[in-house]
């Protein structure tokens, strides 16, 4: 026979392992383990996120040129304008661009954790399979050594003659263990401890006693099966070389089946109300910190008001002032104020009356705050910050005002 889906499962009852209640119909095997492959797979399957859209940038204002606007202002308004586009293109590029790699290096890493889990998936399965048997046969004991009854030992051929039982198991084998041993074990009230071990493999919705062991402690004994004791609940398969199990024993029930996915669908709910349980947590904290990233950006919008609503937000910047000699006296109300200024009263007749920011750190209403220490003037205010003049920050031209005759 050709064997299509062969698992091999070791059963070590020595230790207390997990046991689904009820009893399960083998017949249903192999949709069970296909089910609990399914699940398995589909925690690690590829999250089909959607790909981060194609960056969109926002258009430039079209500016008109003011009736008594020159054309060399003009221009400024229409850079400053561009500048301040080009930023925002800047920065919508790099949050795109994070944005994508995010994508990629999460579709990669769910790729990777989903090949792990197809390598990792015939031990899950062989522990599924390991729960499956376990309910239906349950732990088997060897029937002589649990009531220390030796009248089953040949002591010619060194060998018990005896059953391994359990609530839906029974096979009759024959272990050879020396009469020394055997003796010691005996007389030590030992042989309880003397465990099983069988070596099961499933295959075309049936399964197969391949191997059966006897163990005490480290010490391994040979067992066989005992053919002269062979009943009708078995027979051998010579294609195969094992023992095959008569699955249609009358001992297992269909009502197992329901209790089996009965379970199943408990522990699924009991993960999925963890998993909300978490998710919820993780809701809860997120709106937490929203809401103080909230304060802490009201604080900052308080501050930066503050900041720029007290002409000593301008002391650090040097302004640079021009126009006839009186201007002098302009000059020194700036002073008084508690700002740097650069003063060239007489040297400059000034054209104009205006104001520009061109340091790209000060703030939005610097024009505003020197015309309030200068009201007697009336000044057209004009703001030129931009990349091209960051050096003027630590200049003497941080600011111009142009006071005109």
């Known amino acids: 026979m050709k064997q299509i889906h062969l698992i091999s499962l070791f059963l070590l009852f020595i230790s207390n392992t997990f046991l689904l209640a009820g009893t399960i119909n083998p017949i249903k095997v192999n949709e069970l383990l296909e089910y609990k492959k399914e699940q398995y797979l589909k925690k690690y399957a590829v999250e089909n996120k959607t790909k981060p859209k194609k960056a969109s940038y926002p258009r430039a204002k079209k500016l008109k040129k003011g009736a008594f606007e020159k054309t060399k202002e003009f221009n400024i308004r229409v850079q400053n304008e561009d500048n301040k586009i080009l930023q925002q293109k800047n920065k919508i590029d790099k949050q795109h661009t994070q944005a994508l790699k995010r994508y990629k290096e999460n579709v990669n890493k769910r790729k990777k954790e989903l090949e792990t889990a197809k390598n990792n998936l015939p031990k899950i399965l062989s522990n599924s399979l390991n729960d499956i048997v376990n309910t239906t046969l349950g732990q088997p004991t060897i029937e002589a050594f649990v009531k220390n009854d030796v009248s089953t030992y040949n002591a010619d051929d060194e060998i018990f003659n005896t059953t391994i039982v359990s609530k839906n198991l029974s096979i009759p084998v024959q272990i050879q263990i020396p009469v020394s041993i055997a003796q010691k074990l005996s007389a030590n009230n030992q042989l309880k401890n003397v465990k099983p071990i069988v070596v099961f493999e499933y295959n075309d919705n049936k399964l197969y006693i391949s191997e059966i062991k006897s163990i005490y402690k480290k010490q391994e004994f040979n067992t066989m099966l005992n053919m002269q004791?062979?009943?009708?609940?078995?027979?051998?398969?010579?294609?195969?070389?094992?023992?095959?199990?008569?699955?249609?024993?009358?001992?297992?029930?269909?009502?197992?089946?329901?209790?089996?996915?009965?379970?199943?669908?408990?522990?699924?709910?009991?993960?999925?109300?963890?998993?909300?349980?978490?998710?919820?947590?993780?809701?809860?904290?997120?709106?937490?910190?929203?809401?103080?990233?909230?304060?802490?950006?009201?604080?900052?919008?308080?501050?930066?008001?503050?900041?720029?609503?007290?002409?000593?937000?301008?002391?650090k910047y040097t302004i640079w002032v021009k126009g006839p000699k009186s201007t002098k006296a302009d000059c020194d109300k700036l002073r008084n104020s508690g700002l740097k200024v650069s003063c060239n009263a007489g040297k400059y007749t000034g054209s104009s009356n205006f104001i520009a920011s061109r340091c790209p750190k000060v703030p939005d209403n610097t024009g505003k705050l020197i015309q309030q220490v200068l009201s007697?003037?009336?000044?057209?205010?004009?703001?030129?910050?931009?990349?091209?003049?960051?050096?003027?920050?630590?200049?003497?031209?941080?600011?111009?005002?142009?006071?005109?005759?």
């Open 376 to 405: 007697g003037h009336k000044f057209t205010i004009y703001d030129w910050r931009g990349p091209k003049y960051a050096k003027t920050c630590s200049d003497f031209d941080a600011i111009v005002v142009d006071i005109g005759k």
């Open 229 to 315: 004791n062979y009943d009708k609940e078995f027979r051998l398969n010579d294609t195969v070389n094992n023992t095959f199990f008569n699955w249609e024993s009358k001992k297992i029930q269909d009502k197992d089946i329901k209790n089996y996915y009965t379970n199943i669908k408990k522990k699924n709910a009991k993960l999925e109300k963890q998993r909300l349980s978490k998710l919820k947590k993780q809701q809860l904290e997120k709106k937490r910190l929203a809401k103080l990233e909230k304060k802490r950006l009201a604080k900052l919008k308080k501050e930066k008001l503050n900041n720029t609503g007290n002409i000593k937000s301008l002391s």
